[in-house]
C-alpha cells in the first residue's frame, strides 16, 4: 500500500478529507475511496481501509456532536435497525472490480452534491419520520454502505434534510453513530470472509485522526470550509470520471 506511486501526496491529502467530512458528521470513506482510487491502490484494499478509517475519524465526530447535544437518539435507531444486519450481509458480497468502480462513481455523485451544498438548506418545519420509512431507507442505504465500503452518511444526511426529518446537526449527528455501526457491521462481514487489514492501514488511520479530530471539534460549533469544500468537490469529481472510465 505505501509502496503506491506518489504517496506522500496521498497522505499530505488524507488529513484535509478527514477534516472536512468529519465537519459535517461523516467519516469520510467516500472521500478516501475517490482518493485511493486517484492514486491507484489495489481495489481489494480500498473497502477494508476505507471502513477502519470511517470507524475512527466517524466515532470522533459523533462525540463531539453528541457532547453538543445534538443527537437524536429515536431518529437513530429507526434507521439503524435494519442498516446494521444488511450492512453486514453487504460486507461480507465481493464485487467484481469494474463494477465496483461504477457503484463507487455513482455513490460519489452524492458526496460531491454534498460538498457543493445542494441539500445544505434547513427546513424550519420537521416531519416526523415513521417507523417503516426508516426500516426502509435504513436496510437500502446499510447494504450498499458494507458493499461498497462506506458508511452511508453521505447518502443519510441528504435525505433526512430533503424530507425535512431533522436540522442540519441533527442530521450530521445521527449520521456519524450510523456511519460509524455500518462501517463495524460491513468490516466485521469482511473479516467473516477472510478479508484482512494491511498493517500500513493504522498509519493511515493515525494520519486521519488529525484531520478527523480538529473536522469534529469545529464543525460541531461553528465553521465555514466553503472553499475547501469546492476543492474537494472537485477532487471527487476527478476521481469520478476516473472510476467510470476505467
Known amino acids: 500500500m505505501l509502496q503506491t506511486e506518489n504517496i506522500y501526496i496521498f497522505l499530505i491529502i488524507l488529513p484535509v478529507?478527514?477534516?472536512?467530512?468529519?465537519?459535517?458528521?461523516?467519516?469520510?470513506?467516500?472521500?478516501?475511496?475517490?482518493l485511493m482510487a486517484l492514486f491507484s491502490f489495489a481495489p481489494e484494499s480500498m473497502k477494508p481501509t476505507a471502513l477502519l478509517l470511517n470507524l475512527f475519524v466517524a466515532g470522533i465526530s459523533f462525540y463531539y456532536y453528541y457532547k453538543e447535544g445534538f443527537?437524536?437518539?429515536?431518529?437513530?435507531?429507526?434507521?439503524?435497525?435494519?442498516?446494521?444486519?444488511?450492512?453486514?450481509?453487504?460486507?461480507m458480497i465481493e464485487v467484481d472490480a469494474s463494477l465496483y468502480k461504477k457503484i463507487l462513481a455513482v455513490l460519489l455523485v452524492f458526496a460531491?452534491?454534498?460538498?457543493?451544498?445542494?441539500?445544505?438548506?434547513?427546513?424550519?418545519?420537521?416531519?416526523?419520520?415513521?417507523?417503516?420509512?426508516?426500516?426502509?431507507?435504513?436496510?437500502?442505504?446499510?447494504?450498499?454502505?458494507?458493499?461498497?465500503g462506506i458508511g452511508g452518511g453521505i447518502i443519510l444526511t441528504p435525505v433526512i434534510l430533503l424530507l425535512h426529518w431533522g436540522k442540519m446537526k441533527e442530521a450530521a449527528a445521527v449520521s456519524a453513530l450510523f456511519i460509524?455501526?455500518?462501517s463495524a457491521s460491513g468490516l466485521i462481514g469482511q473479516f467473516s470472509i477472510g478479508v484482512t487489514l494491511e498493517k500500513a492501514?493504522?498509519?493511515?488511520?493515525?494520519?486521519?485522526?488529525?484531520?478527523?479530530?480538529?473536522?469534529?471539534?469545529?464543525?460541531?460549533?461553528?465553521?465555514?470550509n466553503k472553499n475547501l469544500q469546492y476543492i474537494l468537490a472537485f477532487v471527487l469529481m476527478i476521481a469520478c470520471v476516473k472510476l467510470f472510465f476505467t
Open 17 to 34: 478529507v478527514s477534516f472536512l467530512y468529519s465537519s459535517v458528521g461523516h467519516g469520510g470513506a467516500s472521500g478516501y475511496l475517490a
Open 112 to 148: 460531491i452534491l454534498k460538498m457543493l451544498n445542494v441539500f445544505g438548506k434547513e427546513s424550519t418545519s420537521i416531519k416526523e419520520l415513521k417507523l417503516w420509512q426508516g426500516l426502509v431507507v435504513g436496510g437500502i442505504i446499510g447494504f450498499f454502505s458494507g458493499l461498497i
Open 180 to 182: 460509524w455501526v455500518n
Open 71 to 91: 443527537f437524536n437518539k429515536k431518529l437513530f435507531i429507526s434507521f439503524a435497525i435494519t442498516s446494521i444486519p444488511l450492512a453486514f450481509i453487504g460486507g
Open 201 to 224: 492501514s493504522f498509519l493511515l488511520v493515525a494520519i486521519a485522526l488529525i484531520g478527523g479530530i480538529l473536522g469534529g471539534y469545529y464543525g460541531s460549533k461553528k465553521i465555514n
